[in-house]
């Protein structure tokens, strides 16, 4: 039987997906996507999961697009169908990873390129180890940032960072995406897994319906007025108020002990 190409361990409440082709620096084929996708399914539908780590197997986190995969390639050798491999995809993986009811973390252990880069980028917080490196490889190839990043990058970094980054398609050390804000946090290689295993505890213990919720408020806000914010505030917090969490985290603090969130 051939090697899976996710790896899936848990740990407590806190599910780890590792990209599983070394050899190609873990690039994404059809096969890859499929598996990537069915274990964000599993993680998202298991209510014991309450934060998911990705990463990657071998020297790299992920290379884009494996660029040798019969995805690629076009019928009778006519040019590919670029906008199809996109939408069947990069499309429903990107929008898997924002709308999970629970933090993804991206734990980058060495380069992240192409959409490999996007993908990290679309997690809700990314660590990356020294040694690790984020390209915007497409100009390279002729094409645009995809899997999110024309969205990500200039909020992310703001426009002048975000083209400089998008067009040279130069390699960015992770210590300078974290002086950029492009991530939550640089580390040293041999600390990348205790970091970011840290972080997985410590969101998992957090209200994870509420979490989710703050990441679907921070991305709605970027395209609402000042007054339209207030107002969705206003109706997730009627809705968080009412919930078990709220209760059992006010509960918790007048009792002076550790509270106890089940939500989901
Ligand atoms: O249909 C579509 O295209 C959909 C759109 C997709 C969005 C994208 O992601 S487009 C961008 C695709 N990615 C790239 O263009 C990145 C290509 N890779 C690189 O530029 C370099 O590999 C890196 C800068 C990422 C790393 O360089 P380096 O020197 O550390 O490693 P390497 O020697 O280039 O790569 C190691 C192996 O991985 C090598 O295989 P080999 O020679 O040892 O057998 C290399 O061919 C393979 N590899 C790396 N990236 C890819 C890849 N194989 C297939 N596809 C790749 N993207």
């Keep these: 039987m051939s090697e899976p190409l996710i790896l899936v361990s848990t740990s407590g409440a806190v599910r780890t997906l590792i990209l599983n082709r070394p050899a190609a620096l873990n690039s994404f084929t059809g096969a890859m996507h499929e598996q990537l996708l069915s274990a964000l399914n599993d993680a998202a539908d298991d209510l014991a999961v309450r934060c998911v780590i990705i990463t990657g197997a071998g020297r790299g986190f992920c290379a884009g697009q494996d660029l040798s995969d019969p995805d690629m390639a076009g019928a009778d050798g006519s040019a590919p169908d670029v906008g199809a491999v996109i939408e069947r995809r990069y499309l429903p993986l990107a929008q898997r990873i924002r709308s999970m009811p629970v933090p993804v973390i991206a734990a980058v252990n060495g380069v992240a390129a192409g959409a490999g880069a996007n993908f990290a980028?679309?997690?809700?917080?990314?660590?990356?180890?020294?040694?690790?490196?984020?390209?915007?490889?497409?100009?390279?190839?002729?094409?645009?940032?995809?899997?999110?990043?024309?969205?990500?990058?200039?909020?992310?970094?703001?426009?002048?960072?975000?083209?400089?980054?998008?067009?040279?398609?130069?390699?960015?050390?992770?210590?300078?995406?974290?002086?950029?804000?492009?991530?939550?946090?640089?580390?040293?290689?041999?600390?990348?897994?205790?970091?970011?295993?840290?972080?997985?505890?410590?969101?998992?213990?957090?209200?994870?319906?509420?979490?989710?919720?703050?990441?679907?408020a921070?991305?709605?806000?970027?395209?609402?007025?000042?007054?339209?914010?207030?107002?969705?505030?206003?109706?997730?917090?009627?809705?968080?108020?009412?919930?078990?969490?709220?209760?059992?985290?006010?509960?918790?603090?007048?009792?002076?002990?550790?509270?106890?969130?089940?939500?989901?």
Excluded: N
Aim: with cysteine; hydrophobic share 50%.
């Design 121 to 216: 980028l679309g997690c809700d917080m990314v660590i990356a180890a020294r040694s690790a490196s984020f390209i915007q490889a497409f100009s390279k190839i002729g094409l645009v940032p995809d899997c999110g990043g024309t969205w990500l990058l200039p909020r992310l970094v703001g426009r002048a960072r975000a083209i400089g980054l998008a067009m040279t398609g130069d390699k960015l050390p992770a210590e300078e995406a974290q002086r950029f804000g492009l991530i939550w946090q640089c580390v040293d290689d041999a600390a990348l897994m205790d970091s970011v295993a840290l972080l997985a505890d410590k969101l998992a213990a957090l209200p994870t319906k509420a979490l989710a919720d703050t990441r679907l």
């Design 218 to 264: 921070l991305d709605a806000a970027s395209m609402l007025d000042y007054g339209q914010a207030l107002v969705l505030e206003a109706s997730m917090q009627r809705e968080l108020g009412r919930a078990h969490d709220f209760s059992e985290g006010v509960a918790a603090f007048m009792q002076k002990r550790a509270p106890a969130f089940s939500d989901r």
